[in-house]
């Protein structure tokens, strides 16, 4: 089993950065898919983006590429979100995952998550 927490969410104007972290611990960090995902209120939990095994392959939303970038770190068992150009449609509640699949985007793909941080997006 694989304990995912996430931090640095908070508020931030539009067109501001924000870095989130996901602390790893349990099984082998490095034997999992790792991936973002978000939740706005009032739908869908959806992909954001995901990172290989090995960190060297990344897959992104459409929405965020060019914006966000995903990392890992293997060697601290970390996982790392940066958050670029903000917009207030990325207001969310955002999640760590791990999964087996390399380029995960469905939740289904997803054996474990994190309790989520709150990302506010002020215009």
């Known amino acids: 089993q694989v304990q995912l927490v996430e931090s640095g969410g908070g508020l931030v104007q539009a067109g501001g950065s924000l870095r989130l972290s996901c602390a790893a611990s349990g099984r082998t960090f490095s034997g999992y898919a790792m991936g973002w995902f978000r939740q706005a209120p009032g739908k869908e939990r959806e992909f954001v983006a995901s990172?290989?095994?090995?960190?060297?392959?990344?897959y992104y939303a459409d929405l965020v590429k060019g914006r966000f970038t995903i990392s890992r770190d293997n060697a601290k068992n970390m996982l790392y979100l940066q958050m670029n150009s903000l917009k207030p449609e990325d207001t969310a509640v955002y999640y760590c995952a791990a999964g087996i699949i390399a380029g995960m985007r469905r939740t289904q793909d997803c054996a474990y998550w994190g309790p989520g941080t709150q990302v506010t997006v002020s215009s």
């Open positions: 990172i290989s095994r090995s960190g060297g392959s990344t």
